[in-house]
Antibody
Framework: EVQLVESGGGLVQPGGSLRLSCGGS????????MTWVRQAPGKGPEWVGN????????SYVDSVKGRFTISRDNAKDSLYLQMNSLRAEDTAVYYC?????????WGQGTLVTVSS | EIVLTQSPGTLSLSPGERATLSCRAS???????LAWYQQKPGQAPRLLIY???TRATGIPDRFSGSGSGTDFTLIISRVEPEDFVVYFC?????????FGRGTKVEI
């Protein structure tokens, strides 16, 4: 059974940093593109960015470019999202998702709240 | 980026009725690369349809998708009690991938 489990969310002040982690199991993690999707309260989801299976290519939505970094450790079946210079508008549930186009497998999400 | 506009914002129906949800793109979606998701409160979105009209694994055949270019439709042929939740469309034909704001189907 495919499972994706996020961790690392919490309350952070504007300008602060946070690192999210996602552990994958039940599939060969190293062969899949992985994606981060976020959803602000009461809003539609927003694609944040993705990473190629070997980590050599990454893409980001413009609103997080230069502030967020996606990485992965295939030896640990893990995906990461390093978030710096956080803003109030980054407040959302962050989902780890398998795939790069449409998304069948989602984690349960981890809530990031940016507030003073 | 492509903006997806979903309508109506809220759709009021009775169980057993037909639901028609619209997703209009600000520009043509390449190759019909459009998906639909269902989201229940407190849960992650669930993939219903991809590539405009292909049902995802395990999705009942009362859900169907159609469309092309800039206009896409999700139809629920007979709405069941568990279908009264929120639906989103997503395009993956032009980067960045984008989602609509959703349609809530309510009783």
């Amino acid at each position: 059974e495919v499972q994706l489990v996020e961790s690392g969310g919490g309350l952070v002040q504007p300008g602060g940093s946070l690192r999210l982690s996602c552990g994958g199991s039940g599939f060969t993690f190293s062969t899949y593109w992985m994606t981060w999707v976020r959803q602000a309260p009461g809003k539609g989801p927003e694609w944040v960015g993705n990473i190629k299976p070997d980590g050599s290519e990454k893409s980001y939505v413009d609103s997080v470019k230069g502030r967020f970094t996606i990485s992965r450790d295939n030896a640990k079946d893990s995906l990461y999202l390093q978030m710096n210079s956080l803003r109030a508008e980054d407040t959302a549930v962050y989902y780890c998702v398998r795939g790069t186009y449409w998304f069948f497998y989602w984690g349960q999400g981890t809530l990031v709240t940016v507030s003073s | 980026e492509i903006v997806l506009t979903q309508s109506p914002g809220t759709l009021s129906l009775s169980p057993g009725e037909r639901a028609t949800l619209s997703c209009r793109a600000s520009q043509s979606v390449n190759s019909g690369f459009l998906a639909w998701y269902q989201q229940k409160p407190g849960q992650a979105p669930r993939l219903l349809i991809y590539d405009t009209s292909t049902r995802a694994t395990g999705i009942p055949d009362r859900f169907s998708g159609s469309g092309s270019g800039t206009d896409f439709t999700l139809i629920i042929s007979r709405v069941e009690p568990e279908d009264f939740v929120v639906y989103f469309c997503q395009q993956y034909g032009n980067s960045p991938w984008t989602f609509g704001r959703g349609t809530k189907v309510e009783i």
